[in-house]
Each structure stands twice: as structure tokens, then as C-alpha cells.
Nanobody, 130 residues
Framework: EVQLQASGGGLVQAGGSLRLSCTAS????????IGWFRQAPGKGREGVSC????????FYEDSVKGRFTISSDIPENTVYLQMSSLKPEDTAVYYC???????????????????????WGNGTLVTVSS
């Protein structure tokens, strides 16, 4: 059974830090890219960051560049998202997902899309207070 378990969310003040974890089981962890997406109340799901664990290639959306760091621990089948300098606009439910490709190439730029991910985990709520 494929499972992706996200954890590490919580309440933090603006400027603070949190580390999210995503632990995978039931599929070849090093055969997929792992992405973090988030969904704020009343908004659609947006990409945050993704990593190819086998290659170590990482991608960040502009909104989190320089503040978030994604990493992987292949023996532990776990991907981490270290979030620093958090802002109230980072408040959302964060989901991890696995896909064959992440990010995609549009011909002009790289981008993340939820439609391109094959497996999804549960969400973990991150709340940043001002």
C-alpha cells in the first residue's frame, strides 16, 4: 500500500521556523520526485518545492526561495521541508506528494503542478501568526 505521511505542522509566530517531514512507503522512493504543496483557506493548491531524491535536484517556487529548504534522507524514505522566516501568508495545509516528474518544463520555465503528482499524503496544518 502506498503511503505518504506528512507531519511537523503547528502554530508559529511570524519570523519563526518549522520543519515538515514526509515519510513514504509502498513504492520505490528513489524512483519518484517528492513535492510539497500547500492550500490556504479559500485558495487552490499551489506548489512549494520539490526534490528528486536520487539526483538531489531541488526546485523552489519564487514565494519561498531563500526561506525554505527541501532535503531528503533516502535510507529513511523521508523528505524534509525546513521553513524559516515564516510569514502569515505561509499559513496553509501542507501536503506532500510523489510524482514521476517535478518540476515540469513549460518551454520557458519550470513549474509545479498538482495534476502531475501520482500519490498524495495527508496534510499538516501550518499556522503563522502575525
Amino acid at each position: 500500500e502506498v503511503q505518504l505521511q506528512a507531519s511537523g505542522g503547528g502554530l508559529v509566530q511570524a519570523g519563526g521556523s518549522l520543519r515538515l517531514s514526509c515519510t513514504a512507503s509502498g513504492f520505490g522512493f528513489d524512483e519518484y520526485a517528492i513535492g510539497w504543496f500547500r492550500q490556504a483557506p479559500g485558495k487552490g493548491r499551489e506548489g512549494v518545492s520539490c526534490i528528486s531524491p536520487s539526483e538531489g535536484v531541488t526546485f523552489y517556487e519564487d514565494s519561498v526561495k531563500g526561506r525554505f529548504t527541501i532535503s531528503s534522507d533516502i535510507p529513511e524514505n523521508t523528505v524534509y521541508l525546513q521553513m524559516s522566516s515564516l510569514k502569515p501568508e505561509d499559513t496553509a495545509v501542507y501536503y506532500c506528494a510523489a510524482g514521476v516528474v517535478c518540476p515540469y518544463w513549460s518551454g520557458r520555465s519550470y513549474y509545479m503542478t498538482a495534476a502531475g503528482m501520482r500519490y498524495w499524503g495527508n496534510g499538516t496544518l501550518v499556522t503563522v501568526s502575525s
